[in-house]
């Protein structure tokens, strides 16, 4: 078996300078943020001043948000590591010839902070002989289970419970249990996949001292600190991980990358997305709470802050659980995080099923962000679009997609996701 190293170089996009740390220092603390009932105007300042040209929403809201986020939501993303990927197997006979797999094992801190493995499917032909889009996602469950290859290595970490798991350790039996990845479909649409299973990142446990946070806490400390990144945040940082093998990968075009992820994942998908420009659409699927609805919510069916921070205390840092039960305080809603991501295209696909995660409140964090695109000389959704029919994508850069199912991926889904991305990856 033949391997390769690369050195990935650092992005300077993705590097928090030491004064946006260091202003987090200036914030109030959470019993002194104003209650603000209404969402936030994405185009207003902390200080109330308003942004009214690009330079002022790149060079200072942008900036501000991104610290704002951090500070009172998901924690402080650690450092992009110097990241040596070493090809550990390639094989270019799947699906009949139709796709090559490849495994790769990403260096991503000192010796013994954990690797990460990222599964790549690639076209062996596309149809204008470019190399292909890719969408790069985590998965749940490892990735022996995307699909029935026995040439693909079990993890050797923490497992949640599941088909062909037993003492929280993967095994043989779990390959190819996962029905959320249409491996060969995609690859029939031109489409590169490339998957890293989550908990490789951080184990989805409640220990916040496992998995790369021990090695990336920004505090400096010794126990995971109050304020750095939790999982939400660690999931997305392993995330640009992968973005950083993919734009050195000549099989996949390193100007479209997808970013994809459902629920939890989703969540994570839209703050890497948000945070880092080499992503060129977004695809967080039924991210709800803490993702893609609001807040603030409407909807008496959607979760809410405090029972998302109950159940899952890992995911976001303490003045978020601070802020539980007054969200009003909250000095940003998540369309603001959908406005990071301005002007590249992004997707809020939903099942009506799935009240949970509050489909309609998505729609309207769409619509909440779209000033922001605005600005920045893209449609993003026409000023008339109501709530569509169901199993209608509508929108442009901002777009949005509902139908009757239950909080899942299938087959039907990826054609929905792959549909955005051929229309809006020029």
Known sequence: MNARRLLLALSPALLLSFATFAAAADLPPVENLPAVAELPDPLKMFD?????????????RKPELKTLFQHYMYGYLGDAPKVT????????????????????????????CPKLDLLLFVPNKTK???????????????????????????????????????????????????????IEHIIDRGYAVAT?????????????????????????????????????????????????YLVTDKEVDPKRIVVFGHSRNGKAALVA?????????????????????????????GETVTIINKNFPHWFNANFKKLS?????????????????APRPVLLSNGDQDQWADPPGQFDMLVAA???????????????????????????????????SKHVVDQHYWDVFLDFADKTLK
Request: proline share 8%.
């Open 48 to 60: 109330g001043t308003p942004v009214e040209t690009k330079e002022q929403w790149e060079t200072r």
């Open 85 to 112: 990927a070493t090809e550990i197997s390639k094989h270019d006979d799947l699906f009949g010839g139709k796709a090559t797999m490849k495994q790769v094992t990403l260096t991503v801190g000192p010796p013994e």
């Open 128 to 182: 204008d002989n470019r190399p292909a889009p890719v969408v790069l996602g985590l998965n749940f469950t490892g990735n022996h289970t995307v699909l029935d290859d026995k040439r693909i290595v079990l993890p050797k970490g923490w497992m949640r419970d599941g088909p062909g798991v037993e003492n929280h350790r993967a095994t043989e039996a779990g390959r190819g249990t996962s029905k959320a990845w249409s």
């Open 196 to 244: 890293i299973y989550y908990g490789d990142i951080l184990p989805d446990n409640n220990d916040l001292n496992g998995g790369v946070l021990p090695y990336f806490r920004k505090s400096g400390g010794q126990e995971h600190g109050p304020l750095d990144m939790h999982a939400i945040a660690a999931w997305a940082w392993g995330l640009h991980r992968g973005v950083d």
């Open 273 to 301: 997305g948000a945070f880092d420009e080499r992503i060129a659409a977004v695809i967080p699927h039924q991210a709800g709470c803490g993702g893609t609805a609001p807040s603030r919510r409407k909807n008496p069916k």
């Open 325 to 341: 039960g007054q969200e009003e305080k909250i000095p940003f809603d998540q369309h603001c995080l959908v406005a990071l991501c």
């Open 370 to 404: 779209r000033p922001v695109y605005r600005l920045l000389g893209v449609t993003g959704m026409p000023d008339d679009l109501k709530q569509p029919e169901p199993g209608k994508l509508v929108g442009d850069q901002l777009c949005y997609f509902v139908d009757g």
